[in-house]
Every structure is written in structure tokens, then in C-alpha cells.
């Protein structure tokens, strides 16, 4: 909510939302007082350095902080915005005291987001082996009942102007934000690790390897393997499955992995794009008293389920959760934030 240095003479807000074309999105609940929406639940920060920085005014050492805000909590009027905003994500280039340790913010960079169609509750984050922000976009939302979903239309609204335009199979993935010299970043959206609540994943010294917890209630252990190191746009996705062997002492088990998918995100960029979830999976709150439906936990809850032949790639990315179940995935996890 402060006005902080932009590093090119002006300031900007720090925490501020801004919609697709980047204008700000103004809080209008309490008529005079109008102004724009910023974030009081900064999250996920990733402390880095770069070997050659290019910021001007800095007289002991350049550290650049890239952090994203989760949610504001209620608008001016007291009215609830969780997961209604689309998420911003900042860099902050500090200037370290070379005797004190102590960090004064020089510029506060808004990375432009629109190429990712936003982000969606960017919640715990991790600092990769080479050096990027890996974020992360919480309980993807539903696109089975996405009609029904007030606060994703509400998201949708702020972001595109309409309740309609924004696509549930745009959220759900993994942002990467790469730093530059000059304070600025570059964010890219990775569709190929699949649709989760994730946060806080963990990159194995492989560099290959992403290990992924699951936030929520049964949720689920996940496994990324890229192929190739330190590049997450193509590889294999898995969900664990546990195979309980005693009770004692809270309980011990065999941990063994199913493949769900190999796919490149631009493969399934070009399914979100194209895909409603009727094209992919047909969900019955009720049993169907149809051998071709697989009763599954998801949310909580019970489903039976139905993937539409040829449509497996799809489901495995896009509809993670119910495709991981159906595959004998073990989703009773709870609160799994990280690994």
C-alpha cells in the first residue's frame, strides 16, 4: 500500500493490483475513498542474487527479492476479496549494506503477467538451482463447476472486464519468474506439471526432478520429471500412490509412483485453450449404475467419474485430481504445503 521507487524517477504501489492490460483495479466500495486494490498478504519470496546487476543507485551490493502476493483480505468496505484479484508479483532490487547487512529498497518492479493470463492465488514459492522464482497458483479452480463459482467469475471480472472471459485451465500451473540485471523479470507459465494446489515445490539436485506437495484436504503427492535439466517445459507427471504397512507410531508405508502423462506445456497450453471440461470428463455426484464411471474422493467428497476416449492426455494435466484417483493415486493428504 506505499508509494515505493519504480527506478525510473516516479513511484508506483506497492502490492497494487492491475488488470489484463495492466490498468489498476480501483476498490470502489466506499464511495469517495476510491482507489486501487493492493495486497495485505504478501506470501512466497525468493531472496537471489545476480553476478553482473545493472540498477542504478546502488552503493553497497544489489539483491533482488521477488515476491508474490497471495490475496487481499476484504475491500475498504469490509466485503471479502479472497481469490476475486488476479495475483501480482513483484521484484524488489535492495541495496545491501556491505557493513550492516542492512536492505534498502532502490526499485520495485510489477512483473507483467498478461502473457500468463494472470495468476490465480499465488500462494508459497521456491528458489530454484538456477536461480528463478518457482510460484505457484492455489486450489485450482473447478472447471467442472465452474458455473457455479462466484468467486472465479468475480476474478474473471476484475481481470478481463467480464465474468465469462477468464478459463479455468489457465490456473492451476506453475509460474516461473526469471530475473534480469536491471530489475526487471520475465514470467512464464508451465502447463506441464499439472493442475494442483501447489505450492513450495521441491527441485531434486537432478535438476530434473520436482517433487510437489498439495494444499487442501485429499489432496495428493506429486512428481515432475523434466526432460531436460533446469527446464520444466516438457516431461513426465506422477501421483503417489501409499500402500499402508503398519499403524503403529502414526503409521509407516511403501510410497510407489504412477505415471499419469508425458507432455510439453505447449502441448497443453493448446488444450486449456481449446478444451470445456464436458470434453474431457463427465462427473456424477450420484452412482450412475454404470460400469464405465470410476468412483473416486475428490474434494471431500464422492464422485463417479468418465474420461472421454482419447482425451487422457487432457485429463491428466487438466483434470490432475480426478484423473490421479481414478489411476488408484492416493488424494488423502491434508494441508501437504510442500515437500
Known amino acids: 500500500g506505499d508509494r515505493v521507487p519504480d527506478g525510473k524517477g516516479g513511484t508506483v504501489l506497492a502490492g497494487g493490483y ?174 506441464c506439471l499439472g493442475r494442483i494446489a501447489r505450492e513450495l515445490v521441491e527441485v531434486c539436485p537432478d535438476n530434473k526432478t520436482v517433487l510437489m506437495g498439495d494444499d487442501g484436504d485429499n489432496t495428493g503427492l506429486f512428481m515432475f520429471i523434466a526432460n531436460a535439466e533446469k527446464d520444466l517445459s516438457a516431461g513426465a507427471l506422477y501421483v503417489a500412490k501409499w500402500t499402508q504397512t503398519s499403524a503403529t507410531s502414526g503409521g509407516a508405508a511403501s510410497l510407489s509412483w504412477i505415471k499419469l502423462g508425458s507432455a510439453t506445456s505447449a502441448e497443453i497450453k493448446a488444450l486449456a485453450d481449446t478444451l470445456d471440461a464436458s470434453d474431457i470428463v463427465t462427473v456424477s455426484k450420484t452412482d450412475p449404475l454404470d460400469a464405465t464411471y470410476t468412483k473416486i474422493a475428490f474434494n471431500g467428497a464422492t464422485e463417479w467419474v468418465k474420461f472421454a476416449a482419447g482425451k487422457e492426455k487432457a485429463a491428466a494435466f487438466l483434470e490432475t485430481h480426478r484423473y490421479a484417483a481414478t489411476l488408484g493415486g492416493t488424494l488423502e493428504f491434508t494441508k501437504m504445503e510442500g515437500v
Open 18 to 191: 492491475v488488470d489484463i492490460v495492466n490498468r489498476p483495479i480501483i476498490d470502489k466500495s466506499v464511495p469517495g475513498k476510491e482507489r486501487q486494490f493492493f495486497s495485505d498478504c504478501p506470501d512466497g519470496t525468493s531472496l537471489l542474487k545476480l553476478e553482473h546487476p545493472k540498477v542504478a543507485g546502488i552503493k553497497g551490493k544489489a539483491v533482488f527479492a521477488v515476491v508474490q502476493f497471495e490475496y487481499a483480505n476484504a475491500d475498504q468496505g469490509g466485503a471479502d476479496t479472497y481469490g476475486t484479484l488476479p495475483s501480482p508479483i513483484a521484484v524488489l532490487t535492495l541495496d545491501q549494506d556491505q557493513t550492516t547487512g542492512a536492505l534498502t529498497l532502490v526499485k520495485y518492479h510489477s512483473v507483467d503477467t498478461s502473457e500468463a493470463q494472470g495468476l490465480w492465488i499465488t500462494c508459497g514459492s521456491s528458489l530454484s538451482p538456477w536461480n528463478t522464482h518457482l510460484s505457484s497458483e492455489e486450489y485450482e479452480p473447478d472447471a467442472v463447476n465452474i458455473a457455479t463459482n462466484t468467486m472465479f467469475q468475480a476474478f474473471s471480472k476484475n481481470l478481463f472486464g467480464s465474468t465469462t472471459t477468464a478459463n479455468p485451465y489457465h490456473y492451476g500451473h506453475l509460474p516461473e519468474v526469471t530475473v534480469k540485471p536491471d530489475g526487471t523479470a520475465t514470467i512464464v507459465k508451465h502447463y
